[in-house]
């Protein structure tokens, strides 16, 4: 799964759409099965037959191949994730699969910008800050400037300018070095002088560095009250290149140059005139006038990046259907996860070789029952993606690029982290925690209710589906990018443990007894969707 970042940075300042049934909060709660109920077990029915057949012991051998150090943590554009793509590719043609995608291939290729520092420094005086510490900044939203020099810094309010308040009032920042606070001015009562209200003004840092840009400044210093809060939030991106789908190597950056300084940082610039900018800072949130300070410092900065292009894949495995061959169930999962650091490995066995290797055995099932005469109606797509850890990137690439019409796809089961318990199901681990299931579809809702009370009677926990959760894992996976452009989605998912994105989540620590019943389960909502005679109903709405 990947982890969330909220940034206050520009590069990922995105509306995020989420969809809403006629309900506002979702289902939050949990479904116990009546275990007084009987399962369901008669193996003429198809869909018992071929869930009965699908195997952890099958899951682990996928699981512990690419789980293994051999695949170097499978980062998105490195050889263990192309080994891994291959790997998967394999199967499928193992299994006699037909090639629909690039070049005969079960391939869809995905053209990936890589971008990351070749050398930051800053130097105030003379002496050096520390990169990540004193300040930060991401390469991706800032220009390739390999020196910014400065022999004078103007402290600049909060960047602001409209008709109730101005920071640029008299100001000339062209080709200046300027330092300005986040966020914007308030009183003492809490009203905005921006606004007037205590309704805060759409003045956040994108269009602070879009005003900064057209003003010509070259620099501009944003101090962060919680500098430690957003290097923690956004470490994948400063610690190890960022991706962004297709080549954007000569896009152009519509803000300023920019860097996030700590208040201590500011303190050292600031140097004589702290009482100056003390005062004007105070001004402008008790009275609105605002007043500029020049500061005579020696500033100097190195933005020197490296950018390149490199391919990756989603995979494809693909079981034509019968008489309503037309329409498309996916089930996905993604086999990307966050390569190696030096010496160490981060093998990412649940995050989500689970989920992965479950897919691998759905899709032999299906398969099997296709060549038994018995395959489903609707067609499935077995698609494991790239770049999830990335930013749900390959999602997102099929989403845009659909191999089949968009409007044909029925629902995407998506399946990332199923091979641990959290804390809370310790003791219990036949649970899954189900997200996203009733957002856009009660039918879909339904029909993972139904099949769980028939055939698996596993503890359905929709805690993390609530509208207000505050880990957001509805927007963490890569069902999101089919639900946002409104395919129903429902996504599968264990909880986080402590070896989430650590060292320590290893293939020795999955428990294939729950990955094999879970599977099952997931095959069962799979084989309804694509079996019922009528496509699920949309009536949710999307926000």
């Given at each position: 799964?990947?982890?969330?970042?909220?940034?206050?940075?520009?590069?990922?300042?995105?509306?995020?759409?989420?969809?809403?049934?006629?309900?506002?909060?979702?289902?939050?709660?949990?479904?116990?099965?009546?275990?007084?109920?009987?399962?369901?077990?008669?193996?003429?029915?198809?869909?018992?037959?071929?869930?009965?057949?699908?195997?952890?012991?099958?899951?682990?051998?996928?699981?512990?191949?690419?789980?293994?150090?051999?695949?170097?943590?499978?980062?998105?554009?490195?050889?263990?994730?192309?080994?891994?793509?291959?790997?998967?590719?394999?199967?499928?043609?193992?299994?006699?699969?037909?090639?629909?995608?690039?070049?005969?291939?079960?391939?869809?290729?995905?053209?990936?910008?890589?971008?990351?520092?070749?050398?930051?420094?800053?130097?105030?005086?003379?002496?050096?800050?520390?990169?990540?510490?004193?300040?930060?900044?991401?390469?991706?939203?800032?220009?390739?400037?390999?020196?910014?020099?400065?022999?004078?810094?103007?402290?600049?309010?909060?960047?602001?300018?409209?008709?109730?308040?101005?920071?640029?009032?008299?100001?000339?920042?062209?080709?200046?070095?300027?330092?300005?606070?986040?966020?914007?001015?308030?009183?003492?009562?809490?009203?905005?002088?921006?606004?007037?209200?205590?309704?805060?003004?759409?003045?956040?840092?994108?269009?602070?560095?879009?005003?900064?840009?057209?003003?010509?400044?070259?620099?501009?210093?944003?101090?962060?009250?919680?500098?430690?809060?957003?290097?923690?939030?956004?470490?994948?991106?400063?610690?190890?290149?960022?991706?962004?789908?297709?080549?954007?190597?000569?896009?152009?950056?519509?803000?300023?140059?920019?860097?996030?300084?700590?208040?201590?940082?500011?303190?050292?610039?600031?140097?004589?005139?702290?009482?100056?900018?003390?005062?004007?800072?105070?001004?402008?949130?008790?009275?609105?006038?605002?007043?500029?300070?020049?500061?005579?410092?020696?500033?100097?900065?190195?933005?020197?990046?490296?950018?390149?292009?490199?391919?990756?894949?989603?995979?494809?495995?693909?079981?034509?259907?019968?008489?309503?061959?037309?329409?498309?169930?996916?089930?996905?999962?993604?086999?990307?996860?966050?390569?190696?650091?030096?010496?160490?490995?981060?093998?990412?066995?649940?995050?989500?070789?689970?989920?992965?290797?479950?897919?691998?055995?759905?899709?032999?099932?299906?398969?099997?029952?296709?060549?038994?005469?018995?395959?489903?109606?609707?067609?499935?797509?077995?698609?494991?993606?790239?770049?999830?850890?990335?930013?749900?990137?390959?999602?997102?690439?099929?989403?845009?690029?659909?191999?089949?019409?968009?409007?044909?796809?029925?629902?995407?089961?998506?399946?990332?982290?199923?091979?641990?318990?959290?804390?809370?199901?310790?003791?219990?681990?036949?649970?899954?925690?189900?997200?996203?299931?009733?957002?856009?579809?009660?039918?879909?809702?339904?029909?993972?209710?139904?099949?769980?009370?028939?055939?698996?009677?596993?503890?359905?926990?929709?805690?993390?589906?609530?509208?207000?959760?505050?880990?957001?894992?509805?927007?963490?996976?890569?069902?999101?990018?089919?639900?946002?452009?409104?395919?129903?989605?429902?996504?599968?998912?264990?909880?986080?443990?402590?070896?989430?994105?650590?060292?320590?989540d290893t293939a020795d620590k999955i428990m294939f007894d729950k990955v094999?019943?879970?599977?099952?389960?997931?095959?069962?909502?799979?084989?309804?969707?694509?079996?019922?005679?009528?496509?699920?109903?949309?009536?949710?709405?999307?926000?």
């Amino acid at each position: 799964m990947k982890k969330i970042f909220i940034r206050t940075a520009v590069v990922l300042f995105t509306i995020l759409i989420s969809v809403s049934p006629n309900t506002a909060q979702y289902k939050s709660g949990v479904t116990i099965p009546d275990q007084s109920e009987a399962i369901i077990t008669d193996q003429s029915l198809i869909n018992i037959k071929y869930a009965n057949m699908l195997k952890g012991d099958n899951i682990k051998v996928h699981l512990d191949i690419l789980a293994s150090d051999a695949y170097e943590g499978r980062e998105t554009g490195e050889e263990g994730n192309k080994k891994a793509a291959e790997y998967i590719s394999n199967h499928f043609a193992s299994l006699g699969f037909p090639k629909i995608g690039d070049g005969n291939s079960y391939f869809q290729k995905v053209a990936f910008t890589t971008t990351k520092w070749n050398n930051t420094e800053m130097f105030i005086d003379g002496v050096r800050s520390k990169h990540l510490w004193d300040y930060l900044s991401f390469p991706d939203s800032n220009e390739h400037t390999p020196f910014i020099g400065a022999t004078e810094v103007i402290y600049a309010g909060y960047g602001i300018e409209s008709n109730s308040y101005n920071d640029y009032k008299g100001l000339n920042v062209k080709d200046k070095v300027i330092m300005i606070y986040a966020g914007e001015p308030v009183n003492s009562d809490s009203i905005s002088w921006v606004t007037g209200t205590r309704q805060m003004s759409d003045w956040n840092d994108v269009k602070k560095l879009r005003l900064a840009k057209e003003k010509g400044a070259k620099l501009v210093l944003i101090i962060n009250n919680n500098l430690k809060e957003m290097l923690n939030e956004n470490r994948r991106f400063l610690l190890g290149p960022k991706l962004s789908i297709g080549d954007s190597r000569t896009a152009k950056i519509s803000f300023a140059n920019h860097v996030y300084i700590s208040p201590t940082t500011a303190q050292k610039i600031w140097g004589e005139k702290q009482k100056d900018i003390i005062k004007s800072r105070d001004n402008s949130k008790s009275k609105g006038k605002v007043k500029s300070v020049k500061i005579d410092r020696n500033f100097a900065i190195r933005m020197d990046k490296y950018m390149d292009v490199l391919e990756g894949e989603n995979v494809m495995g693909y079981i034509e259907g019968t008489d309503l061959k037309d329409e498309l169930v996916v089930v996905s999962a993604h086999y990307d996860h966050i390569g190696k650091k030096n010496k160490d490995v981060y093998n990412g066995a649940d995050d989500n070789a689970s989920g992965t290797s479950t897919v691998l055995e759905i899709a032999r099932m299906l398969m099997e029952a296709k060549n038994n005469g018995e395959g489903p109606r609707r067609s499935v797509l077995c698609l494991l993606v790239t770049g999830e850890e990335k930013g749900l990137l390959g999602s997102q690439y099929y989403s845009e690029n659909p191999v089949f019409p968009l409007e044909n796809h029925v629902a995407n089961v998506n399946i990332d982290m199923i091979g641990r318990t959290d804390m809370k199901y310790r003791e219990n681990p036949e649970y899954i925690y189900v997200i996203g299931s009733d957002r856009l579809s009660t039918d879909l809702h339904n029909i993972n209710e139904d099949v769980n009370q028939k055939y698996t009677q596993i503890t359905l926990d929709y805690t993390y589906n609530d509208e207000n959760d505050p880990n957001r894992y509805y927007y963490r996976s890569d069902h999101y990018n089919f639900a946002r452009k409104g395919i129903p989605a429902i996504f599968y998912f264990s909880g986080v443990h402590e070896d989430y994105h650590m060292i320590g989540d290893t293939a020795d620590k999955i428990m294939f007894d729950k990955v094999e019943k879970v599977g099952r389960h997931i095959f069962h909502t799979t084989w309804e969707l694509a079996n019922r005679d009528k496509r699920i109903v949309v009536d949710g709405e999307l926000k």
